[in-house]
């Protein structure tokens, strides 16, 4: 039955005598022999399907709204349903008496049947006029523009609802605390094809809001309910503002572990200022605890690795923020996509047991992308990671860079945690060959650098805080000097190492890709002196950034994000000058877009100062469970490198001191292991004869 050919099932089981038994069976208890018959009658198959009475859709659509198609198997139940669907579909389409019947003829002998579809359409109904009862607050012509169903669009009763549940929408939020839809109704002329719609409401008193006070409350302040609060005081009342009070409310009672906590609000009309004055009054209930906590769903990751990413603890209160921060820690090991807290009660009523049901994406990637840049030629990429090498979170990554002026290949291997301590250790071997740009050349000398870094970063406070310190030992070699600069340029092989140390304060939800939160960060790196090499320099950075979500469009966020990074190399000892493969030479990619990196910023022999602003608003174009995966970008740069803090202005222009902006749009391929940019950027600043717009592949976050 369960093969949806088949229309009726019988079995027949016969007795065989003087058959005999075999032995195997004969032992398991079989007395005798029996044949089994099934005796099967087969559903007919759809010939054809003919569409009789349609005109106001095709008969091609209307076959497309059955699900049962020509050569199916017939099913009764099926063709009922799909009736339905052929209904409801005219009636989308102002066909508000439509009705579809079937009929079937069969050809027992080919076990076939042919399908007749009748659709009997009716007239067309149009909206001849919307009138309202008990309307006085707003013009009725900016009340029907609320409707779905307004004059001359086609009636839709499917929209009723909705048209309705939006005018109390408009009221609530505009004052109307008080509105109540009294009745509607629509009224059709004699052959059906025009409707009236009536609507009667009773919109009370427009009022605004009040004083707020608050009773009941002992485990929180007054002072901390109330920035709570999201309307203000005398603005018209809202009926959004209101509901998002309520919630901000009990979200806070919630993450103090008062889950039971109830919140009545009582609306009192003050005769003195005309206002309506707000108490919500709170029953705080007994604290709720955290017996148990486990992790469900996961199959390659081990348990632990999980649970100790989990900010709530067993035996403490439980915390709405501390769950939340909890799935934020999940998402950002790169492999788990999906993360669904759920609360158990206990036979304790002040116990619940939580359950972390998370579901694992593919930890293994192979990424490969290339771009055509006009300065850079044919760009590209490829790599291959792992995220959760043995199940516990260990990160392997091999890529390579490629093009006619940069030539990469990088090995890093990390974990998060060093024993129990929120600790990670990392080692990056890398081999780097770049075309290096000097004065007004882009490709003035080669550079490659091979070497290796050791990075140890210990986290605080569920990852709030990280200080980061590594190793760096390298050599840096000089070649291929175009012969213009070889006074400038000496072509050798020099030895850097190096310590970085770096505090940052990062509170954003997500570190591949945040909606929300920021960054700031202060770091060092000093080369030379006892660490020996052949250089000593000393770099302080200063960097923020910061990530807002403005709204959203389902589940799709749009998000405007603001970053500033500013630095500083200065030399000591025996070194000269700063070596020009240390100078900041800003444009392209990584700093500010619309410019190349071969003097249009800056001094043309590179900067010891700079400053970068970037503005980004980006938005989803396509996502998958709570992960983007593809972004569109705008953004807008600005900055500037100087020879010194004496050099540096505020002011825009072509010249060298002064600051440069640009503008462009990019895609965003958001993979955690290797996020891939492709970019264009156009310069507002640009001198004459310069090229004013570029694109850029470039592989890694910007901020």
């Known amino acids: 039955m369960g093969l949806g050919s088949v229309e009726k099932v019988s079995v027949d089981i016969e007795e065989l005598p003087g058959r005999e038994v075999s032995p195997k069976l004969s032992k398991a208890g079989a007395a005798a022999v029996a044949r089994v018959t099934y005796q099967v009658a087969e559903k007919p198959a759809v010939k054809t399907i003919t569409v009789v009475g349609a005109k106001g859709m095709s008969k091609g659509a209307v076959k497309d709204e059955m699900r049962l198609k020509e050569k199916d198997f017939f099913d009764e139940l099926t063709v009922r349903e799909d009736m339905g669907k052929i209904t409801d579909k005219y009636r989308e389409k102002g066909f508000i008496d439509a009705k579809a019947g079937y009929e079937v003829s069969y050809d027992t002998a080919a076990s076939l049947c042919f399908l007749t579809i ?50 109390e929408t408009f009221y609530k939020n505009n004052g109307y605390a008080d509105f109540k839809l009294a009745g509607s109704s629509v009224v059709f002329n004699e052959d059906r094809s025009s409707a009236t719609l009536h609507i009667s409401i009773s919109e009370g008193n427009r009022q605004r ?16 309910l109330e920035t709570a609060v999201d ?147 044919l760009v590209g990429t490829l790599s291959l990671s792992h995220l959760n090498l043995f199940g516990r979170a260990h990160k392997l990554s091999l890529s390579t860079n490629f093009g006619k002026k940069v030539q990469d290949y990088n090995v890093d291997w990390s974990m998060p945690w060093i024993g129990n301590s929120p600790t990670s250790l990392g080692v990056n071997l890398f081999n780097a060959r770049r075309d290096k740009p000097y004065e007004d050349t882009t490709a003035a000398y080669t550079e490659k650098r091979t070497g290796g870094r050791v990075t140890v970063a210990p986290r605080f406070s569920d990852d709030k805080y990280k200080l980061t310190t590594s190793y760096t030992y390298e050599k840096v070699r000089i070649y291929n ?78 998000v405007l994000s603001v970053a500033n990074r500013l630095g500083f190399i ?39 100062v700079y400053d970068v602003m970037n503005i980004e608003f980006k938005f989803p174009l396509a996502r998958e469970r709570r992960r983007t995966i593809v972004q569109w970008a705008f953004f807008f ?16 222009g072509t010249g060298t001191t002064n600051l440069k902006a640009g503008a462009g749009f990019g895609i965003r391929f958001t993979t955690p292991a290797f996020p891939i940019r492709l970019d264009w950027g156009y310069g507002f600043n640009h001198k004459s004869g310069e090229q004013r717009s570029d694109i850029y592949f470039t592989l890694g976050n910007l901020f």
């Open 570 to 608: 200065g030399r000591f000892g025996s070194t000269r000058s700063v070596p020009v493969y240390e100078r900041f030479f800003l444009g392209g990619a990584e700093t500010v877009r619309g410019y190349s990196n071969n003097g249009q910023i800056g001094p043309e022999n590179g900067g010891k």
């Open 209 to 224: 809001f009040g004083a707020v006070y608050f009773s009941g409350n002992t485990v929180l302040l007054s002072s901390e």
């Open 481 to 558: 000097v175009d012969e213009e600069y070889t006074s400038e340029l000496q072509a050798g092989t020099s030895v850097t190492s190096s310590i970085f140390v770096e505090f940052a304060r990062d509170t954003r939800d997500s570190t591949f890709d945040p909606t929300r939160g920021c960054r700031t960060s202060l770091g060092l790196e000093y080369a030379g002196g006892p660490l020996r090499g052949d250089v000593n320099y000393y770099k302080p950075t200063l960097s923020h950034s910061y990530n807002l979500k403005l709204f959203s469009i389902d589940s799709y966020p749009f």
């Open 231 to 377: 309307f203000s005081r005398g603005k018209y009342y809202e009926q959004e503002s209101f509901e998002t009070t309520l919630r901000a409310i009990q979200e806070k009672y919630a993450d103090k572990g008062y889950l039971k906590a109830l919140v009545e609000p009582v609306k009192a009309p003050n005769e003195k200022t005309g206002e309506t004055d707000i108490t919500f009054h709170i029953s705080e209930n007994s604290r709720i605890y955290v017996s148990h906590i486990d992790v469900e769903g996961n199959k390659a990751a081990k348990t632990h690795v999980l649970r100790r990413e989990i900010t709530q603890k067993e035996g403490e209160p439980f915390s709405s923020s501390k769950i939340r921060r909890s799935q934020e820690k999940l998402f950002n090991l790169g492999f788990i996509d999906d993360v669904n807290p759920v609360i158990n009660p206990t036979e304790d009523p002040d116990k619940v047991d939580l359950v972390f049901d998370v579901t694992e994406g593919k930890p293994g990637m192979l990424t490969a992308g290339a771009g055509l840049s006009s300065s850079d030629g």
């Open 118 to 167: 009748t659709v009997t359409e009716g007239k067309k109904a149009r909206i001849a006029e919307v009138l309202f009862a008990g309307v006085a607050g707003f013009p009725a012509k900016k009340l029907r523009k609320k409707l779905k169903n307004r004059p001359k669009k086609l009636y839709s009763p499917q929209e009723l609802d909705s048209d309705l549940k939006s005018l």
């Open 637 to 652: 740069d600005l900055g500037n490198s100087w020879d010194s803090f004496d050099d540096v202005s505020m002011r825009f």
